[in-house]
């Protein structure tokens, strides 16, 4: 067995936290991840796993064994790295983006990278759902607001501003409100993401405050709160990067601009093994110029 291959396979195991999204990860069959794992044991003598047909877990030797390997496949990689660099970035990026934000700033990024990096095949999938990057095989992925995994590498690439919009059909029935503390007599669209989506932060009169919403609507996804917000369904606070034309073109209004809400991160997250590619971060560096 090739000691590399079977190191490559065992970190993937680990990270991915299955044979299963190993196999996917590192693009061989479960049988082969087994295959390696049992040699790569059988050759240092030791168990690296404990296995149940429901659960796994590191040994005590398999976690030693784990950080060994990371820093032997980190100076392998360090130096393809070099080499990579020198004659140029080639092979294939993976990149996972939500789908409104991913359909104007992701794809323009994509498109430059494409002409600067004619070599590197670019696959881009947009979706609201969030995606496992080690399950699915994804290099990167962007990502707005609080990241839920503490596990992945995070590089910040730009902020989003929460703007409180509503469709004019809604004001005309309802109103607008003019002061914060107007909006619980409102009926709201309540995003998921958000830390607590029953209550939305504004600063008044140079202080943080949470104000209680409550509305009949509740998704995980900007752009799924969008469709009844656009129908004049309730009043809806969103990042602005999902905003689009919308504003501009006044199927929404822009609510209490005199009292700002909070902001949210836009990222770029990986998986600590892609970390140092070159073309993970020439991709970023052309993204967060975008965003900017």
């Known amino acids: 067995m090739d000691r590399i291959q079977g190191m490559r396979t065992f970190v993937a195991v680990v990270e991915a936290g299955s044979f299963a999204a190993a196999s996917k990860r590192l693009g061989?069959?479960?049988?082969?991840?087994?295959?390696?794992?049992?040699?790569?044991?059988?050759?240092?003598?030791?168990?690296?796993?404990?296995?149940?047909?429901r659960s796994m877990s590191l040994t005590h030797d398999g976690r030693i064994?784990?950080?060994?390997?990371?820093?032997?496949?980190?100076?392998?990689?360090l130096l393809d790295i070099s080499l990579e660099s020198s004659?140029?970035?080639?092979?294939?990026?993976?990149?996972?983006?939500?789908?409104?934000?991913?359909?104007t700033t992701v794809a323009a990024a994509a498109l430059e990278f494409m002409e600067t990096h004619p070599e590197v095949t670019i696959e881009?999938?947009?979706?609201?759902?969030?995606?496992?990057?080690?399950?699915?095989?994804?290099?990167?992925?962007?990502?707005?607001?609080?990241?839920?995994?503490?596990?992945l590498v995070a590089r910040k690439l730009g902020e989003a501003r929460l703007l409180v919009v509503a469709a004019p059909s809604y004001i005309e029935r309802h109103g607008a409100p003019v002061h914060p503390d107007e909006l619980s007599a409102h009926i709201c669209i309540r995003d998921a993401n958000n830390p607590d989506p029953n209550r939305w932060p504004f600063l008044i009169d140079g202080q943080q405050v949470q104000i209680p919403i409550s509305g009949p609507f509740l998704a995980n996804s900007p752009?799924?709160?969008?469709?009844p917000t656009l129908a004049g369904k309730g009043i809806f606070i969103c990042p602005h990067v999902f905003l689009g034309d919308d504003l501009a073109q006044g199927r929404l209004v822009h609510l209490l601009p005199g009292f700002p809400s909070r902001t949210i991160a836009i990222q770029a997250?990986?998986?600590?093994?892609?970390?140092?590619?070159?073309?993970?971060?020439?991709?970023?560096?052309?993204?967060?110029r975008h965003i900017r």
Not at 223 to 227: M, N
Request: glycine share 8%; hydrophobic share 45%.
């Open 124 to 151: 881009l999938q947009l979706s609201d759902e969030y995606v496992d990057l080690a399950e699915e095989g994804f290099d990167l992925a962007v990502r707005i607001g609080t990241l839920k995994d503490s596990s």
């Open 223 to 227: 752009p799924a709160c969008l469709l």
């Open 269 to 288: 997250v990986q998986l600590p093994s892609a970390f140092r590619k070159p073309k993970v971060a020439a991709f970023i560096d052309i993204l967060r």
């Open 87 to 103: 004659r140029g970035l080639k092979g294939t990026l993976r990149v996972a983006a939500p789908l409104t934000f991913g359909e």
């Open 28 to 53: 061989i069959t479960g049988k082969l991840v087994s295959k390696y794992i049992a040699a790569l044991e059988a050759e240092l003598g030791m168990n690296l796993l404990h296995r149940t047909t």
């Open 65 to 77: 064994y784990r950080e060994g390997c990371r820093r032997v496949l980190n100076e392998i990689d």
